[in-house]
């Protein structure tokens, strides 16, 4: 029986028609159960490049499809991670305000038509199911535990007019104890609060990182204006209050501007208080059902430094988080659902591993892609891979690590990975500015062999393996001082352990790292800049590579590095517009008296993303209908001399920006000579 889940919004990549606030409708994903296992997930952002994609699912369903050698036909179930009821409700607030809409829809038939577009075929209707938001969070966790029995609670922003749930797993069942109401909901009591932090929607973890640099006490007491604790586990929020209390005693922070001692107070204080409240729920929960075992889901279960607090509580002997536990995971859940309900239980195991997404493929491709770049790129085939990475790394390094299938969820967990040495404090600053690009202060995860693991960590007893980088925990004092790249202010790491038998390469880079410098941890963040989700495929990670300080790109068995293209190499690039790109040209007053041309590159998912561009380059990119050269778009519009140079150059910058796609023309009939590296070249580069 094949069980199709699905997450994500109603429009297609390149439209927009059905314009849901992204708060609702974000993290699409699909996920395949044959029989009660996952064989095959991945998240749409990963294959359509939108972080946090609000688009339907159509790539990641393709993906899980043709992993399995099916077809849309073959599969038992599709079922969508939200109930119809909420779906319509949604489409009928699209239809009230949107007067362009000239028929009411509904959810049901929307998703026919659209799966039936894309896949070429028709659907039977009986085979499209709905399941509840929440519900599908928490059989997503208590599923993939591994626990006979389990208090489950699933907390989020919002879904079906909710904002949580707590449940009682037992067996192959669960049962609902209680449900949260939107208006307690937790995900938008944090959202409320860091907006004068100069955050928003997805930057949750970054507040959650700033915490540690503040006091909570500074707005113990303003915090807890907002939300009331009641008896048997209850509680209130008064969301109403946040900004009147705040507005005039916080500076609310803009975009760019520094982060001051109040905001890093009042991230401290929001910390405190979502603990405060979660601990509570669950303390009662913990003593009314006389489970001693938690599973975690739901977007507030990315809270790292939550879930440690938790599991260092000593309230439950065990406590399970699931890896994918915001919007993605529902599809996970879905699927799960569907699944129980055609008679497939789950096999009651704990999951080990979410390497179900794409595979980099057998050597011979990964050369052939490798050899595509060999103008930009200088490579070769390394007899001991994890050795010579871990000799780069203890020398300095900080390298792109591209293996196996990618990690379903938003951890890189050793397929995707950026990673270098974890001792030198100065490598956090280097990789946060020349290659995330993104805030100072923003933590690093370390992985270390699992066997090693209570040598520099402290976990609490029984909790001896933590794959997924999901709990933040303590690092012990006296090794904080030689970690000094991944131990964040507070002595704490969000750490990751890894298993010889789930991940063997990876634990082969750990452990060659270990036999060169004594230390069996390494630092490892997702292989990403700051405006692009994490790589998928390998094509992803070369042009990820080349536009980012990386120094090393290592995929499979080969080890690169850059070269400085020559400029016919430059100008031989294709270049396309990805599918969700929209150009703009208006005309605007640049002063009282007078009015100019002006052009922008826009995208299908943000409406507020404008980014400018010369009006001689929206000339020639409007001209493009598919792949061309670089050399040829340029000739076609008469571009010479230093003006070709100059929008050559923007073209480079808006490929950093993901805005165009440049790749090779077409792969190479033989390896060039000059692309590989030598045994010489490569000891002197060392």
Not at 249 to 273: C, I, M, N, W, Y
Not at 461 to 489: Q, Y
Not at 546 to 564: E, N, P, Q, W
């Amino acid at each position: 029986m094949l069980c199709l889940g699905f997450s994500g919004g109603l429009n297609l990549v390149h439209e927009n028609p059905y314009e849901i606030p992204k708060v609702f409708t974000h993290d699409g994903a699909a996920v395949l159960v044959e029989n009660g296992e996952v064989v095959a997930g991945i998240e749409e952002e990963r294959l359509n490049r939108i972080k946090h994609s609000n688009k339907f699912p159509t790539q990641s369903m393709r993906f899980c499809l043709e992993s399995r050698g099916a077809r849309i036909q073959d599969v038992d179930c599709m079922a969508f991670y939200a109930t119809e009821e909420y779906c319509n409700a949604l489409l009928n607030r699209l239809y009230l305000t949107r007067p362009e809409m000239k028929k009411l829809l509904d959810t049901k038939s929307l998703m026919i038509e659209l799966l039936g577009r894309e896949f070429q075929c028709d659907i039977d209707p009986a085979k499209v199911t709905f399941v509840r938001h929440h519900m599908a969070h928490a059989v997503s966790a208590f599923a993939l535990s591994g626990f006979d029995k389990s208090l489950v609670l699933a907390i989020d922003g919002y879904g079906d007019f909710l904002s949580g749930l707590a449940a009682r797993g037992d067996g192959s069942s669960l049962t609902e104890i209680e449900t949260y109401p939107q208006r307690k909901s937790l995900g938008v009591f944090y959202l409320e609060v860091i907006q004068f932090i100069g955050y928003g929607s997805f930057d949750e973890y970054k507040v959650m990182g700033l915490a540690p640099y503040g006091d909570p006490a500074s707005y113990r007491e303003v915090m807890r204006g907002f939300y009331e604790l009641l008896p048997d586990g209850g509680y209130d929020l008064h969301l109403e209050r946040v900004v009147p209390a705040l507005l005039g005693r916080v500076e609310v922070r803009k975009k760019g501007q520094p982060f001051t001692q109040q905001h890093k107070d009042l991230a401290a204080s929001l910390q405190e208080a979502l603990e405060e409240i979660v601990l509570h729920v669950l303390r009662h929960h913990r003593e009314s059902t006389g489970l001693d075992n938690l599973c975690l889901a739901g977007g507030v279960a990315h809270n790292c430094t939550m879930n440690g607090k938790v599991m260092y509580s000593g309230m439950f002997d065990q406590v399970f988080v699931q890896p994918a536990a915001h919007d993605a995971g529902c599809a996970l859940g879905a699927a799960l659902l569907a699944s129980h309900a055609g008679g497939r239980p789950t096999p009651r195991k704990r999951i080990e591993h979410v390497y179900w997404g794409t595979d980099i493929g057998e050597e011979s491709e990964v050369l052939a892609e490798l050899e595509r770049w060999s103008g930009f790129l200088a490579f070769e085939r390394s007899p001991n891979v994890a050795r010579e990475t871990a000799q780069l790394m203890s020398e300095g390094a900080v390298v792109g690590w591209v293996q196996g299938r990618s990690e379903f969820g938003p951890r890189a967990l050793g397929n995707r990975s950026i990673v270098a040495d974890p001792r030198p404090a100065e490598n956090k600053a280097r990789i946060n500015q020349m290659v995330k690009k993104r805030e100072g202060y923003r933590p690093f995860a370390p992985s270390v062999l699992e066997e090693d693991v209570r040598e520099f960590f402290e976990l609490p007893d029984g909790m001896d393996s933590l794959p997924f980088m999901i709990f933040v925990v303590n690092v012990r004092e006296e090794k904080r001082g030689l970690l000094g790249a991944i131990t964040h202010v507070d002595g704490t790491a969000r750490v990751q352990t890894v298993s010889r038998e789930t991940n063997p390469r990876y634990w082969d880079l750990i452990k060659a790292f270990k036999d060169i410098t004594g230390v069996p941890v390494l630092l490892n963040t997702s292989f990403n800049n700051n405006v692009e989700p994490i790589v998928d495929s390998v094509e992803d990670s070369i042009v990820s590579f080349l536009t980012t300080g990386l120094d090393y790109l290592v995929v499979g068995d080969f080890v690169a590095k850059k070269r400085t293209p020559a400029w016919e190499e430059r100008l031989s690039l294709t270049v396309s517009l990805p599918p969700y790109v929209k150009l703009h040209r208006t005309r605007s007053f640049i002063s009282q008296s007078g009015m100019a041309a002006c052009s922008e590159v826009g995208t299908s998912f943000d409406s507020q993303l404008r980014f400018p561009i010369s009006n001689e380059l929206c000339d020639l990119l409007m001209k493009l209908d598919g792949e061309r050269s670089l050399r040829e778009l340029l000739a076609d519009g008469g571009v010479k001399g230093d003006f070709e140079q100059r929008l050559v150059k923007e073209v480079e910058d808006l490929w950093v920006e993901r805005l165009v796609r440049l790749r090779p023309a077409a792969p190479s009939q033989a390896a060039d000579p000059g692309g590989r590296r030598s045994r010489k070249e490569k000891s002197t580069s060392h």
